[in-house]
């Protein structure tokens, strides 16, 4: 079992920044990947930055140079930290976990509200 909770959203301007967190608990042995997804109107939900148990990160193309992902494994807790935001990138952002328990566990956040405006 995992729950994640998000933090972090809100209504910025064009050019603005916002830092989304992801803190997880429960009962499992370890985090072994994070990742935070985004869904806009009438897109499907798509990847935007993924971080390893190792450390190890990759972004989508359309945030790179712009979104860092990063993480306080003390705290299991990711963090989005997003620069330079356009309106494109308004959606609702979800923090993703893989956990390794008695079995592999997949979980999500649920979500919250990032709205850019011009």
């Known amino acids: 079992q995992v729950q994640l909770v998000e933090s972090g959203g809100g209504l910025v301007q064009s050019g603005g920044s916002l830092r989304l967190s992801c803190a997880a608990s429960g009962s499992f042995f370890r985090l072994n990947a994070m990742k935070w997804y985004r869904q806009s109107l009438g897109k499907e939900r798509e990847l935007v930055a993924t971080?390893?148990?190792?450390?190890?990160?990759n972004y989508a193309d359309s945030v790179k140079g712009r979104f860092t992902i990063s993480r306080d494994v003390a705290k299991n807790t990711v963090y989005l930290q997003m620069n330079s935001l356009k309106p494109e990138d308004t959606a609702v952002y979800y923090c993703n976990v893989e956990a390794t328990g008695w079995t592999r566990v997949n979980s999500w956040g649920q979500g919250t509200q990032v709205t850019v405006s011009p």
């Open positions: 971080i390893t148990r190792s450390g190890d990160t």
